[in-house]
């Protein structure tokens, strides 16, 4: 059985927000090293549990190190844990992520930045006929776990389509997200990772209609 993520993740992270240089850094560069295995192994065993219900092909573990070059935010380093995990293309489609840094925990799902191509895809379904997707976000299981529908959205309408359709509160998101947080207590609870994996299958139903979406045209014939 996988043990709970270590305690110092959250010190060290904790301790990091407040010793953003490479001075304080480099005499921790050890204890983070260590850290950073653990997450690792944490990570590969929730793949073996997401797989059980779904089909990972890898996780990545995001690098501690910022790229500063465009940044207003010179700080070296992040503070906080990222992976995401990453279904078999073509036919699965939609990501899954984990956050972890002190008081700011969660796991997000969906499409952060679908291509161009994606994304007119989506919205044309959605002008079409949005009453499957609206059933999925609404069932009390799924609504209790994940709540509502995020992500960055146009301001009226996208190019090609009227501001004054029923479901422009749809056709208008730049991405479809959805989010959910835990304390650092429950992070650092021994049934964490099966929680986690949990709440990844609860999100099926959403990403089973939107790969159909997406490895369909718009007459329902596959694509792949």
Known sequence: MTPPLNPD????????????NREWFEPQKKRFKALEAEMK???ADLVEAMNEHDSIDRYKL?????DVRFSKDKTPFKTHFGISFHREKPALRGGYYLHIK?????I??????????????IRKEMEIDAEEFRDIMAEPSFKTI???????????????????DPNIDLIK??????????SDKEVLSKNFLQQVNADFQAVRPFFDYMSSVLTTDLNGVSLL
């Open 108 to 121: 997000a799902t969906g499409f952060w930045n679908p291509d161009k191509d994606d994304l007119k895809r």
């Open 41 to 43: 192994q944490f990570s």
């Open 102 to 106: 002190p008081g700011d925990n969660f």
């Open 146 to 164: 994940w709540g509502n529908l995020e992500g960055e959205e146009v301001k009226t309408a996208p190019k090609g389509f009227s501001k004054e």
């Open 62 to 66: 995001f690098r501690l190190y910022r």
């Open 173 to 182: 998101k730049k991405a479809y997200l959805f989010t959910k947080r835990y």
């Open 9 to 20: 993740i959250l010190s060290f992270f904790a301790e990091l927000e407040t010793n953003n």
